[in-house]
Each structure stands twice: as structure tokens, then as C-alpha cells.
């Protein structure tokens, strides 16, 4: 029988790429051996979180596709897709930053759930208002 591989996930818009999401991917890949993140869709950001990106989806997969942690993105249609697919892809932990703390307690039924301390001083919404000044 050989080795299991150890499957992570996790969910974010990844717009305007930057050194706190590879920060994130890479603690999330050190937990295992293939690292899945779920990609907020255009229309999943603008329906459900009122979000306009910058960079379309497709640009923001191939971006994700680029770096070395990230192994496969799919996308992430609506916020309750992931049950389903922490089923389908045989998830064994999901990862998200800190500043969701609690919200995906609920996933423990089904595989680990671990809250990783996002980088402090950078994010997309900071990059968006310094660029505003």
C-alpha cells in the first residue's frame, strides 16, 4: 500500500497578487503534499461579496498557476461548495487566514481546519487605499 498524500485547500479572490497570498500558500503547502486553492469566480465576488476585481478570473488562475506551492485551482462558485468539495478532492486539511477565525468550524465534521496568521502589514484592500492616496 503506499503513502497517502496529503491534500490541502484553500478559498480566496487572489487579486492583486502579493507577497502576504505566497506567504499563505506557502505555510498552507508546508501542511502537505498538494495544495488546492479554490478561486473566487467573477461572478461569485460580485453576486455574493459585492467585490470587483481587478484582474479577471482567468487571469487570476493563471497567476495562482504560476507559483510553485500551488498545485490545481478550481473554481469557487458559491460559499457553500465546500462540503462538496472537501468530499470530492479527499481534503485532508483546509486552510484559511486568521481573519476568518471560527467561520469554517463546521468543516471539522469532514477534515482538519486550520487559521493561519495572515502577514501583517500587507493586503489587497491596503495596496487599494494606499494607491487611492
Known amino acids: 500500500m503506499g503513502i497517502k498524500m496529503k491534500k490541502i485547500i484553500t478559498y480566496g479572490t487572489y487579486d492583486l497578487l502579493h507577497y502576504g497570498h505566497v506567504n499563505l500558500l506557502q505555510r498552507a503547502k508546508a501542511l502537505g503534499d498538494y495544495l488546492i486553492v479554490a478561486l473566487s469566480t467573477d461572478e461569485f465576488n460580485w453576486d455574493e461579496k459585492q467585490k470587483k476585481c481587478y484582474f479577471p478570473y482567468s487571469e487570476r488562475k493563471r497567476l495562482l498557476e ?61 495596496i487599494k487605499q494606499d494607491l487611492k492616496k
Not at 504560476?66 to 485532508?92: A, G, H
Not at 487566514?97 to 495572515?118: A, H, I, N, S
Open 66 to 126: 504560476s507559483i510553485r506551492y500551488v498545485d490545481l485551482v478550481i473554481p469557487e462558485n458559491s460559499w457553500d461548495q465546500k462540503i462538496s468539495d472537501v468530499k470530492e478532492f479527499k481534503v485532508d486539511t483546509f486552510v484559511m487566514g486568521d481573519d476568518w477565525e471560527g467561520k469554517f468550524d463546521f468543516l471539522k465534521e469532514y477534515c482538519d481546519v486550520v487559521y493561519l496568521p495572515r502577514t501583517p502589514e500587507i493586503s489587497t484592500t491596503q
